[in-house]
Structure formats: C-alpha cells, structure tokens
C-alpha cells in the first residue's frame, strides 16, 4: 500500500486502529470510520460508507471482523468483494478476542 500512488483509505466497519496515521493518509469522507453507535439509531454513517465503497472512492479497505466463536459476518461483505480484492490479512488478540484485519484494494 505504502508503494501506491493512490492511497485512498477507508476503514470500514469499526472504529480506526491507526491505519490513516500509520499510512499517512488523510480520510476522503465525513464517516473515516464507524462510530460505536448502532446503525439502527445513526445509519448515516454506515450507508456513507458503503457508498464509499460502491462509488469505489478509495483505492483501500480496512475491515476488521471477529475469528472466535461469537464471530459475525462483516455488513455488505458481497458489496465490498464486488470492488475490492483481498491484499492481506492479520490477526489479532483484544481483550481476550480475536479479531482479523483485512486489507482490500479497489480490483
């Protein structure tokens, strides 16, 4: 990613571990990333991602998803498999969780 001239991001889903900072890339939309508030109640922030994605505005998608027991599908999972591809991927322990970091580029 650090290679590209285009390095767009957005993480989508949850809220940024560091990856703008980490990058040095600066957020290209209000909703960078999802706040801790159910998407029933605020879903701006979600459906504004997802036409991120579906806009294809960034060249990169972070998206990070439970790989324990209590795993949950990733919202609009095949609208992001529509434009992006899987690059890489990193698992990681929280607070006795697992969780699994993916990095997707625009196909």
Same mark, same amino acid.
């Given at each position: 990613?650090? #290679?590209?001239?285009? =390095?767009?991001?957005? $993480? ?7 990856? &703008?900072?980490?990058? *040095?890339?600066?957020?290209? /939309?209000? &909703?960078?990333?999802?706040? $801790?508030?159910?998407?029933?109640? &605020?879903?701006? $922030?979600? *459906?504004?991602? @997802? ?10 998608? %972070?998206? =990070? *998803?439970?790989? /324990? @027991? ?16 899987? %690059?890489?991927? #990193?698992?990681?322990? &929280?607070?006795?969780? #697992?969780? =699994?970091?993916?990095?997707?580029? =625009?196909?």
């Amino acid at each position: 990613m650090n #290679k590209s001239k285009d =390095r767009t991001l957005l $993480n989508y889903g949850s809220l940024d571990a560091g990856f &703008y900072l980490a990058t *040095e890339t600066l957020p290209v /939309d209000k &909703y960078f990333q999802k706040v $801790n508030i159910d998407d029933e109640v &605020y879903p701006l $922030n979600i *459906e504004s991602q @997802k036409r991120v994605i579906e806009e294809e505005k960034v060249q990169y998608v %972070i998206t =990070r *998803e439970r790989v /324990d @027991k209590k795993a949950k599908q990733i919202p609009y999972l095949s609208t992001i498999s529509q434009h992006y591809r899987i %690059i890489a991927s #990193k698992d990681q322990d &929280y607070e006795e969780k #697992k969780f =699994r970091y993916v990095l997707w580029e =625009r196909k």
